[in-house]
């Protein structure tokens, strides 16, 4: 079993940044795929960015450029730095961990953009 418990969420006004951070309660490292996933009101939970293990990372068309994903695995947390954010961004943002056997989520932390 892995907890995740997110942090970092809040308002911010558009052209702004936030950076989230998931703190894991075990080694990530290397078992663990680390996720940010993010679901808006009446709208699907949709993956925002990823990091594996080895480091590869990607992102979906709409947060390329502005958004960037990183782990530690020494202190076993990921982060997710957003900046030039819009108001589309507005959504729960949830940390997720995943191995070839288990899946694991946060509980979610609300980022909302002012226009």
């Known amino acids: 079993q892995v907890q995740l418990v997110e942090s970092g969420g809040g308002l911010v006004q558009a052209g702004g940044s936030l950076r989230l951070s998931c703190s894991a309660s075990?080694?990530?490292?290397?078992?663990?795929?680390m996720s940010w996933y993010r679901q808006a009101p009446g709208k699907e939970r949709e993956l925002v960015a990823f990091?594996?293990?080895?480091?590869?990372?990607d992102y979906p068309s709409s947060v390329k450029g502005r958004f960037s994903i990183s782990r530690d695995d020494a202190q076993n947390t990921v982060s997710l730095q957003m900046n030039n954010l819009k108001s589309e961004d507005t959504a729960v943002y949830y940390c997720?961990?995943?191995?070839?056997?288990?899946?694991?989520w946060g509980q979610g932390t609300q980022v909302t953009v002012s226009s």
């Open positions: 997720n961990a995943k191995s070839s056997t288990s899946t694991f």
């Open positions: 075990t080694n990530i490292y290397p078992y663990y795929t």
């Open positions: 990091v594996t293990a080895g480091g590869t990372t």
